[in-house]
T-cell receptor, first 111, second 113 residues
């Protein structure tokens, strides 16, 4: 099954700085999704990038995908305290809708 | 904006009791899922449901678990005889089946005593 693994495990930055999180996976994918989870809360879908896309933007979010390296990155620009959360990448299995999640990156944005 | 809802937000039960977790997926979605997250661990897939039947399930989803779509709006997860290790946050999700973007509910925190 796919394994999305994020790094770093934890990231602490000052408000206004950019935050970059990375995700690696092991097998071929059709798409890769990023989610946010505030402490003890639900998962919020941020963005989906397809395997034939290299970069995608949504507001302050920028996601890249490098299928040759089996990796993706999530960039949050001009971070805010409200961006403090855990961020996960998730990949579906081959021919499957089942999502496999990584352990996540815990982002702390200090005001 | 449409969203997935789940009830209750927190369920406390005694070991061996049956629990039913409820979800209302986004109305035009066709695929429904349950995931769980044990405290401090990864989100894990349990089961997917399409066209009134299970389409995939994980090893976690054993005979103690069942899912049902009893009417046109609700999607339930039943655990027949709860164990201590079933304590977790349970998330329902739904997707339209076209993009595979899965939208998650806020979760039900299940505590088994």
């Amino acid at each position: 099954s796919q394994q999305g693994e994020e790094d770093p495990q934890a990231l602490s930055i000052q408000e206004g700085e950019n935050a970059t999180m990375n995700c690696s996976y092991k097998t071929s994918i059709n798409n890769l999704q990023w989610y946010r989870q505030n402490s003890g809360r639900g998962l919020v879908h941020l963005i989906l990038i397809r395997s034939n896309e290299r970069e995608k933007h949504s507001g302050r979010l920028r996601v890249t995908l490098d299928t040759s390296k089996k990796s993706s990155s999530l960039l949050i620009t001009a971070s805010r305290a409200a961006d403090t959360a855990s961020y996960f990448c998730a990949t579906p299995g081959a021919g499957s809708y089942q999502l496999t999640f990584g352990k996540g990156t815990k982002l702390s944005v200090i005001p | 904006e449409p969203e997935v809802t789940q009830t209750p937000s927190h369920q406390v039960t005694q070991m061996g009791q049956e629990v039913i977790l409820r979800c209302v997926p986004i109305s035009n979605h066709l695929y429904f899922y349950w995931y769980r997250q044990i405290l401090g661990q990864k989100v894990e897939f349990l089961v997917s449901f399409y066209n009134n039947e299970i389409s995939e399930k994980s090893e976690i989803f054993d005979d103690q678990f069942s899912v049902e779509r009893p009417d046109g709006s609700n999607f339930t997860l039943k655990i027949r005889s709860t164990k201590l290790e079933d304590s977790a946050m349970y998330f329902c999700a739904s997707s339209d089946g076209v993009s595979n973007e899965q939208f998650f509910g806020p979760g039900t925190r299940l505590t088994v005593l």
